[in-house]
C-alpha cells in the first residue's frame, strides 16, 4: 500500500493552532442550549430550527460571504428562528466524484490531496462561522475528522447512507451537541428512530485521541437526537399525513417525538426548486401547531449547480454549489421571511387558545358564584316562608299549649 503522506495529525495541535476564542466558544454552548431547547417538548413551538447552507464548502470566500449574509437574516429573525449554518466539509458518494472540502480543498479530485491542508481550511471556516455568533452544523462523516472539529460544532447530523452504521451510532453516542439522524434512503423511518435508541445509550468504543493516538472511551450516551425526514426512494415523507405517522412511530417506539424536515434529497425529488414548496408546506403545518421542531434547506448565493472543472477552484462560477442544486439568497431572504411568519401566527393562535381558556374559566366562576347565590337565595326564602308560617299559627299552638320549640 503506498503512503503519500506520514504526516502526524492530532486534535490537539489543530486547536492549538486554530483557537476557538472565548466569545466564540461562549457561543457555541449557547447555541447548543439553544438547539437543545429547540428540539424538546417545552421548547416546541417557541422558535423554529432553520438549517440552512450550501450543499457543500468548497471555498472560504465564498462560504464566508453566504455566513455574513446568513449572520444578518438570522439577526433580523432571532425572535422567531433559530437559524444555522450548513458547513459541510465532507460528502459521501454513491460512487465516486469529489468528496468534500477537507479530503479535497483545491478541488484536483486526485488521490495526491492535502488532507492537512483540507482539516486546516475546514476549521479556519468554521471558527469564523461561530464568530459572527452562528451554531455550525456539518455531517458527521469520518469519524476521524470529527475530534479536529467538536469544540466548534452546536450540531451534527448523520446521513441516510450512515444512520444504519453502528460505528455512527457509536460516535453521535460520545459527542457533546445534538445530533440528526436522517430516515434511510429508501424512506423507511425504522432506522433513524433504531439510531436514537442506540445513541441514547452508552458504548465502549475506539476514538482518536487529542494527541491523534487510538484511545478505548466508554461514551456518555446522546440524549439529544432527533429525526430527519429527508423523504426517499418511495418518493417524499413531508406531508402533513408523513409527519403524523412519524409522530405516532415516535410516540409508540417511546421516544421523545422530535422531527425536523429535509426540504432537499428525496423530499424535493432531488430538484433543488421544489425546496421552496416543501419550505412552504413546514411552515403551514408549524403554523396550525405540527410537532416539527425545524428544517433544513441547501441555500447558497447564486440557484443552481455546476460541475468542477478540469482547473478546479479558478474555473468555478462565484457562488454555485458543486454538489447538490441549491436555492439562491434571493429566494432563501423568501424563504426565511415565510418561516417567521408561520411562527408568529402559531403563537397568534396559542395566544387566542390561552385568551378563550381564561374567558371560559372566568364564565364558569361567574356561573358558579351565581349558582351559589341562587342556593343562598332559596334557603332564605325557604325559612322566610316557614317562619310566616310558624307566625300564623302561633295563636292556635299556643290555645293548645304546644311548645312553640317543638315545632321550630
Keep these: 500500500m503506498a503512503v503519500t503522506s506520514s504526516t502526524r495529525l492530532a486534535p490537539a495541535t489543530a486547536k492549538a493552532a486554530q483557537v476557538l476564542t472565548p466569545e466564540a466558544a461562549r457561543h457555541v454552548e449557547q447555541h447548543r442550549r439553544d438547539i437543545q431547547h429547540a428540539l424538546s417538548a417545552d421548547g416546541l413551538g417557541e ?67 492535502d488532507l492537512q491542508k483540507g482539516l486546516q481550511v475546514s476549521r479556519d471556516i468554521m471558527l469564523r ?22 469544540d466548534v460544532l452546536s450540531l451534527g447530523v448523520i446521513g441516510a447512507r450512515t444512520t444504519e452504521s453502528q460505528t455512527h451510532r457509536e460516535l453521535a453516542s460520545d459527542v457533546p451537541f445534538p445530533v440528526g439522524f436522517k ?81 432537499s434529497h428525496g423530499n424535493s425529488s432531488k430538484d433543488y426548486r421544489n425546496q421552496g414548496k416543501v419550505a412552504a408546506s413546514v411552515a403551514q403545518q408549524f403554523a396550525d401547531g405540527a410537532p416539527i421542531a425545524g428544517l433544513m434547506i441547501e441555500s447558497n448565493i447564486r440557484p443552481g449547480r455546476q460541475d468542477i472543472p478540469a482547473c478546479g477552484l479558478s474555473g468555478l462560477e462565484y457562488g454555485v454549489s458543486v454538489t447538490d442544486g441549491c436555492v439562491g439568497w434571493e429566494e432563501t431572504e ?56 310558624i307566625e300564623k299559627i302561633r295563636p292556635a299552638i299556643t290555645t293548645m299549649e304546644i311548645p312553640l320549640y317543638a315545632v321550630e
Excluded at 442506540?198 to 472511551?217: I, K, M, Y
Aim: some cysteine; charged content about 25%; proline content about 4%.
Design 47 to 113: 422558535r423554529l430550527l432553520v438549517v440552512i447552507g450550501p450543499c457543500s464548502i468548497h471555498d472560504t470566500a465564498t462560504a464566508m460571504d453566504y455566513a455574513t449574509r446568513l449572520a444578518t437574516a438570522a439577526e433580523k429573525h432571532a425572535d422567531e428562528l433559530l437559524v444555522a449554518m450548513r458547513v459541510y466539509i465532507e460528502k459521501p458518494r454513491t460512487t465516486v466524484g469529489w468528496k468534500g472540502l477537507v479530503h479535497d480543498p483545491d478541488l484536483t479530485q486526485s488521490q495526491d490531496s
Design 183 to 263: 430516515n434511510g434512503t429508501d424512506g423507511s423511518l425504522g432506522v433513524a428512530i433504531d439510531a436514537i435508541k442506540a445513541s441514547e445509550r452508552q458504548h465502549t468504543l475506539l476514538s482518536v485521541a487529542e494527541d491523534g493516538g487510538l484511545v478505548q472511551r466508554v461514551s456518555q450516551g446522546n440524549p439529544d437526537t432527533f429525526v430527519v425526514l429527508r423523504g426517499g426512494k418511495a418518493g417524499p415523507n413531508y406531508s402533513p399525513e408523513h409527519v403524523k405517522q412519524a409522530e405516532e412511530a415516535m410516540a409508540k417506539a417511546g421516544r421523545p417525538v422530535r422531527l425536523v424536515v429535509d426540504c
Design 334 to 389: 423568501t424563504i426565511l421571511e415565510q418561516l417567521a411568519n408561520s411562527v408568529k401566527t402559531r403563537r397568534a393562535g396559542a395566544e387566542v387558545t390561552v385568551q378563550e381558556v381564561e374567558v371560559e374559566e372566568e364564565e364558569l366562576e361567574v356561573e358558579a358564584r351565581n349558582t351559589v347565590v341562587e342556593v343562598v337565595q332559596a334557603r332564605d326564602t325557604r325559612r322566610s316562608s316557614f317562619h310566616q308560617l
Design 129 to 150: 462561522v461561530a464568530e459572527l455568533g452562528l451554531p455550525v452544523v456539518t455531517e458527521m462523516l469520518s469519524p476521524l475528522v470529527i475530534p479536529f472539529l467538536d
